[in-house]
């Protein structure tokens, strides 16, 4: 019998390619910046969080913009080489320009920025996918969350996610000691829930400077390497490889 057409197997994680009015968009947007702004830095982010992200920016909205999208694109809107360069020596930021790391115009002084980028960070829970930083063990009996007894209906949800639990005069009771996580153990859809409803928090959202553009004068400057930090950037909900919340892309057209 011939194979039926009708089952195809359908990739669900397909994404369509942007448009090339959309990248130049994001390029005109750099240099739309470049030509505001008199200076610029490359920063790193890890465990990057949209909510918090935003109130960063909209802080600082009156002052600076933040600029993220395609590291490849943000690289022609600056220039790769001295040839295509957009203004003097952005081709030497542009070069800082690889990983997780975004684009931040601004017209404050270098020690301001130097602040607000040095004591920004969130603590937020891990995703599946992540590494667990530390062991995690509960004990036999009454189970209690951050807000004290864990309510009888998140019971079957415990049991579901792999507890050993059950209801003991309404009171969700754990029936041998168990371990959630191991330092070092990439962290399951399960687990990763398990930490949340107990409140251990795993994942540090900060950003990192690492390079600052001068425009009087096109002055350069290294400030720091790029470190290889645990990161959940590119992970989905299940902790497999995905693509960035549509949020932390630019539309043409848009600034952040």
């Known amino acids: 019998?011939?194979?039926?057409?009708?089952?195809?197997?359908?990739?669900?994680?397909?994404?369509?390619?942007?448009p090339r009015t959309w990248k130049e968009g994001l390029i005109t947007q750099v240099r739309e910046l470049v030509d505001r702004?008199?200076?610029?830095?490359?920063?790193?982010?890890?465990?990057?969080?949209?909510?918090?992200?935003?109130?960063?920016?909209?802080k600082h909205l009156d002052t600076s913009r933040f600029c993220m999208g395609s590291t490849k694109l943000l690289q022609v809107g600056l220039g790769r080489s001295q040839v295509d360069e957009y203004q003097d020596n952005l081709s030497q930021l542009s070069a800082t320009l690889t990983g997780a790391v975004g684009l931040f115009f601004t017209s404050l002084p270098h020690a301001e920025v130097s602040s607000i980028f040095e004591s920004f960070q969130e603590e937020d829970f891990a995703r599946a996918g992540m590494k667990a930083?530390?062991?995690?063990?509960?004990?036999?009996?009454?189970?209690?969350?951050?807000?004290?007894?864990?309510?009888?209906?998140?019971?079957p949800s415990l049991r579901k996610h792999g507890l050993p639990t059950k209801l003991d005069r309404s009171v969700v009771t754990l029936l041998q000691n168990h371990r959630v996580c191991s330092t070092g153990e990439r962290l399951s859809p399960d687990q990763a829930h398990l930490l949340r409803v107990f409140g251990i928090k795993m994942a540090v959202f900060r950003m990192r400077l690492l390079s600052h553009w001068l425009k009087d004068g096109g002055v350069f400057e290294e400030l720091a390497e790029q470190e290889d930090a645990e990161s959940d950037e590119g992970l989905d909900v299940d902790g497999m490889p995905g693509e960035l919340p549509a949020s932390m892309l630019l539309p043409p057209g848009v600034l952040v």
């Open 1 to 18: 019998m011939p194979k039926s057409k009708r089952n195809r197997e359908v990739t669900l994680s397909k994404v369509k390619k942007k």
């Open 37 to 58: 702004y008199p200076s610029a830095y490359v920063f790193q982010h890890s465990n990057m969080r949209n909510d918090k992200f935003k109130e960063l920016r909209e």
């Open 133 to 155: 930083t530390e062991d995690v063990d509960l004990q036999e009996g009454p189970l209690e969350g951050p807000s004290g007894p864990l309510p009888h209906t998140l019971e």
